[in-house]
């Protein structure tokens, strides 16, 4: 298992303090209007924070299943390839015209299509206008605060290298592009495990449905979405897009877990509710429950179940672990007044079983069998 010698994190901690100074206001810059929201200070975004770097030094501990299976499994890496072949090659228009947009968009966009036409409009309006600062501090863009300086898949890509779909198979993979753009040139030389896409669609969405709780299950499964559209263009494999899950479930569990960040995120979900309370001139739920555009739960749940283990068999029946506890923190918006221990619980009793591909026995398993929809959607 490859660590995370202190040199190299004090290096990557050093170029995130420096990307937060360079994109802080001068001092002379002209001050914001007195109505505009604020955002977080540089001395907040700093840190550093003990989330900033996981226990295991990078996320290769909950990642591992991926070895074994690579070494021991061909037939599960024949099944991962014509997985991923079949959903390219049946793609409609309308599937082709989605997966081009979510690889371009940036993902907390994408995300915002699970609340439907008058929550989602009024998010997107305001995420553009400025108006939700500390929400696109802490998730927007490539040097989001909370997808930095560990959180991005690069190291753990680099360390599987493990070629995309259409390298492996260019004669069996339909490439779907936009004019003007190469989007299989930009990703030819990058390692396809796991996908980065997935890894932001599963942090982001698990904090945006922290914020708006009553959505839920329907940012979980447009989650699953982003993920299922990476295999759409053929750039990922199932077992790819399963491993963003796994990484993006961890990094949300490590800064909702650590009290310093998790005031961050508290403080960016108050912005977003009442700036969002602002725009809709009325409350969110309400707003989400008279849209018809926005999914019902138990479609959303049964959406985001399909796309948890792409129709792989359990492979180790026998296998035991259990849901990392740290994962409680995910439901602590949506269950107030329950511990940590019921949030718990509730993980469990939803889990799917233990023994799909790229779950592990022991401390680091447990992270694939998260139903995160399915916990959000448990009355309470």
Request: aromatic share 6%; glycine share 8%.
């Amino acid at each position: 298992m490859m660590a995370m010698s202190l040199r190299m994190r004090s290096v990557l901690l050093s170029m995130f303090a420096v990307l937060v100074m360079v994109g802080a206001p001068v001092a002379h810059a002209a001050p914001a209007p007195a109505t505009a929201p604020a955002g977080f200070s540089t001395a907040q975004l700093v840190g550093p924070f003990a989330s900033d770097v996981p226990p295991g030094g990078t996320y290769l501990p909950e990642l591992d299943g991926f070895a074994a299976l690579r070494a021991q499994r061909p037939d599960l890496m024949k099944q991962n390839l014509a997985k991923v072949v079949s959903v390219n090659n049946s793609a409609t228009p309308a599937q082709q015209d989605d997966a081009v947009a979510i690889n371009y968009d940036d993902r907390i966009v994408s995300l915002s299509q699970a609340l439907g036409t008058k929550v989602g409009t009024a998010f997107r309006q305001l995420l553009a206008a400025g108006k939700l600062p500390k929400v696109a501090q802490l998730v927007k863009g490539d040097t989001a605060r909370a997808g930095i300086p560990l959180q991005t898949t690069l190291i753990e890509k680099q360390y599987y290298n493990n070629p995309r779909p259409f390298v492996v198979a260019p004669a069996q993979i339909t490439r779907y592009n936009r004019p003007g753009s190469d989007l299989y040139g930009d990703l030819a030389g990058n390692g396809s495990y796991p996908s980065g896409h997935s890894s932001q669609a599963f942090w982001q969405g698990a904090l945006l449905a922290y914020w708006l709780p009553e959505a839920g299950p329907q940012i979980l499964a447009q989650s699953g979405h982003i993920g299922l559209s990476r295999m759409v263009l053929g750039v990922h494999y199932p077992l790819d897009v399963m491993g963003g899950r796994i990484m993006g479930l961890t990094v949300a569990s490590e800064r909702l877990s650590d009290p310093a960040f998790a005031r961050l995120v508290d403080a960016a979900g108050d912005q977003l509710r009442e700036q969002l309370r602002t725009a809709l001139g009325e409350p969110v739920a309400r707003a989400l429950a008279d849209d018809p555009t926005v999914a019902p739960t138990s479609q959303a749940v049964s959406n985001a179940q399909e796309l948890m283990t792409f129709g792989f068999p359990r492979i180790s029946p026998n296998q035991v672990n259990a849901i990392p506890t740290q994962a409680a923190a995910l439901l602590r918006s949506r269950f107030p007044h329950l511990s940590d221990a019921q949030r718990l619980d509730i993980l469990r009793r939803t889990a799917i079983p233990a023994g799909y591909p790229l779950d592990q026995a022991g401390a680091n398993g447990g992270w694939v069998r998260i139903d995160l929809a399915a916990a959000y959607a448990v009355s309470g």
